[in-house]
C-alpha cells in the first residue's frame, strides 16, 4: 500500500465533525421567492435551496422542481436559448505527483517515473516537442484551444532558473533533478510555448500549478503568471478549487494549496489579466452548507475581479479513487443532487454569466437535462480524456460538431460556437451539410476527425 492508501484508510465519515453544517434559520419559501425576485441569495437563502429546506429530511421533490424552474428561468433571462461550445484539445504534459489527493486517480507518485524504478505504471510525461506535436494535431484538425493540466512533477519549474534555485535535498520543496527521471518535462515556460507556437489559445496553469511554478522563490503568483503570458498563456482554469473550506480540503486534499491560496492565485491571474474559469468538485465527503459557502467565495471573487468567464460545476467520479476503495465514501453525488447543484449555481452567482454542463462528468443524456436546470454551456470536444477516465469515469473522450448539434438540435437549443472567453460566437446552421469548427484560424469547416 502506498502512503497515499495508508491515509485514506485511517478515515472513517463518521468522525469528520464538520464546523460548517446545513442548518439555517431561514425557510425554504422565503430564499425561493427571493431567487425568483432576483435578490442577491445569502448563504442561508442558497442552503435552504440547496437541500429543498432544512426543514425536511432528504430532498423533496416537488420542491426541487421549483428550485429547477426558478434557475432555468434565470438562465434564460441572463443568456437566453443558446447552448454554446467550443473546439478544444486536452493535452495534459504529465501525470507525475505527489501531491496525493485523495480523490484523484490521475496521478501516478513520481518516484515511478525515476529511472531506476524500472516497473511498468502507466503514466506519462511529453517533452514540449510531444505537446507541440498533439495540439499542432488538433489544430491542424481546426481546434483553437488547448486546456493543459498536469500533475505537479517534481522536476517541473516555472524556468530554468527557477530549477537552478531549487534544492533538491530539501524535501519541503518537493524537487528532484530532470536527470533522475526518464523523460524531462522541462519547464512550465518551456511547455507554454510550444503549445502556444501552434497558434493555439492556451488554457493552462491552475492555481496549484502555479503555486509548484513558485515554491521556494521569491517571485509571487502574479509574476508566474505574467512570465507565462509573455510566453502564450491567454486563460487559467480554475481547477485545484475541489471545495474551497479548508476543513474538507484538509481531508480530501491536505497536499493542497489553502482555499485562501486558490484565491490569491486566481486573483493574480486576474491582475495579470488573464480571463479565468471557476469550479467545484462536489459529491465527496462535503455537506450542502460546503457547497454554497464555496459559491460565496466565488461571487466574492467574482465581485473583486470581474474575470470569470465560466462556473464549471465537476461531480465527482468516484469509481477508482482511494476516497471510495478505502470506504470513506460509497458514491458520487445523486442526479438530484447534481440537478441542485446546477441551479442553485445559476441562482446564487449571479455575477457569473455562465455555467457549464460537463458531458465528461454527468455523459450525454443527462448533461443535456442539465441544461434546463441553469447551465448553457455544453463543454467542448476535447479529443480525449484522462483525468475522469482513470477515475472510472465511463462518458468517452471525444464529441464531434456532428454530435453536439444533433444533441442540442433533439432539446430545441440552438448551438453555438464559441471561443475560450465567449468573445467570439457563431450560431451554427443546423441546415448545413458540415457544422464545423469554423471560429480558429484553421478551422476551415470541415469535422475534426472522420
Ligand atoms: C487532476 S487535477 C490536474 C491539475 C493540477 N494537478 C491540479 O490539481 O490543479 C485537475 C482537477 O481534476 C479534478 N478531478 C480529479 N479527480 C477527479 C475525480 N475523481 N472526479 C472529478 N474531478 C476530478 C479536480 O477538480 C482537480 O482539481
Ligand atoms: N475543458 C474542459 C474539460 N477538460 C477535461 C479536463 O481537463 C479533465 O480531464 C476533467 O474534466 C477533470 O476533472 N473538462 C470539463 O469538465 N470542462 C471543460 O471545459
Ligand atoms: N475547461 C474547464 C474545466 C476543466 C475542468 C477540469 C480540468 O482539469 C481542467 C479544466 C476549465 O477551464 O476550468
Ligand atoms: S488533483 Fe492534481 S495535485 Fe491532486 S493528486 Fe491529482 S494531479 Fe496531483
Known amino acids: 500500500m502506498s502512503w497515499i492508501d495508508d491515509r485514506a484508510a485511517d478515515l472513517d465519515a ?17 430564499a425561493l421567492s427571493k431567487a425568483r425576485d432576483g435578490v442577491r441569495l445569502t448563504v442561508d437563502d442558497g442552503i435552504e435551496l440547496i437541500t429543498t429546506g432544512t426543514d425536511v429530511e432528504g430532498l423533496d421533490p416537488y420542491r426541487k422542481e421549483l428550485v429547477l424552474e426558478a434557475a432555468d428561468r434565470r438562465r434564460a433571462e441572463v443568456v437566453g436559448e443558446e447552448v454554446t461550445f467550443i473546439a478544444n484539445v486536452n493535452n495534459n504534459v504529465t501525470t507525475a505527483c505527489n501531491t496525493g489527493c485523495l480523490f484523484c486517480n490521475f496521478k501516478d507518485t513520481a518516484h ?26 488538433a489544430v491542424d484538425r481546426g481546434v483553437y484551444e488547448v486546456t493543459s493540466v498536469s500533475g505537479l512533477h517534481p522536476a517541473f519549474g516555472l524556468n530554468e532558473e527557477h530549477r537552478e534555485l531549487l534544492d533538491p535535498d530539501d524535501p519541503e520543496l518537493n524537487y528532484k533533478p530532470p536527470e533522475a527521471y526518464d523523460t524531462d518535462p522541462t519547464t512550465y515556460r518551456e511547455q507554454i510555448a510550444a503549445m502556444a507556437e501552434t497558434g493555439a489559445h492556451v488554457h493552462s496553469m491552475t492555481p496549484e500549478e502555479v503555486d509548484h511554478a513558485q515554491r521556494g522563490a521569491d517571485w509571487g ?3 508566474v503568471y505574467r512570465e507565462l503570458a509573455d510566453v502564450g498563456l491567454k486563460t487559467v482554469p480554475g481547477t485545484a478549487a475541489e471545495i474551497l473550506v479548508d476543513e474538507v480540503r484538509e481531508i480530501i486534499c491536505p497536499g493542497k494549496i489553502t482555499t485562501q491560496e486558490w484565491v490569491d492565485s486566481m486573483a493574480a491571474a486576474a491582475e495579470v489579466g488573464l480571463p479565468m474559469t471557476a469550479t467545484m468538485m462536489y459529491g465527496h465527503v462535503e455537506n450542502e452548507a460546503h457547497r454554497v459557502e464555496h459559491l460565496k467565495v466565488i461571487r466574492d471573487l467574482q465581485d473583486r475581479t470581474d474575470n470569470i468567464t465560466e ?64 447551465a448553457d454551456d455544453f463543454m467542448g470536444t476535447i479529443l480525449s480524456e484522462e483525468i475522469t477516465k482513470r477515475a472510472g469515469g465511463q462518458y468517452g473522450e471525444f464529441r464531434s460538431f456532428r454530435d453536439y448539434v444533433e444533441m442540442l438540435t433533439a432539446i430545441g437549443r440552438p448551438p453555438v460556437e464559441r471561443n475560450t472567453d465567449y468573445t467570439e460566437r457563431r450560431r451554427i446552421d443546423t441546415d448545413a451539410d458540415v457544422f464545423g469548427p469554423q471560429l480558429g484560424p484553421a478551422a476551415d469547416g470541415t469535422p475534426l476527425l472522420d
Open 221 to 223: 503568483y502574479a509574476d
Open 112 to 137: 515511478q517515473f525515476e529511472t531506476e524504478y524500472q516497473q511498468e505504471h502507466g503514466g506519462f510525461t511529453k517533452s514540449p516537442a510531444e505537446s507541440r506535436a498533439v495540439v499542432q494535431d
Open 14 to 30: 463518521d468522525e469528520f465533525g464538520f464546523d460548517v453544517v446545513p442548518e439555517t434559520d431561514q425557510s425554504f419559501e422565503n
Open 311 to 374: 462556473f464549471v460545476p465537476l461531480s465527482f467520479i468516484h469509481q477508482d479513487t482511494p476516497l471510495h476503495e478505502h470506504g470513506v465514501v460509497e458514491s458520487g453525488a445523486s442526479k438530484a443532487e447534481d440537478e441542485l447543484l446546477i441551479a442553485v449555481a445559476r441562482l446564487f452567482l449571479d455575477n457569473v454569466e455562465h455555467i457549464q454542463s460537463s458531458w465528461v462528468k454527468y455523459g450525454d443524456e443527462f448533461g443535456l437535462k442539465l441544461l434546463n436546470c441553469g
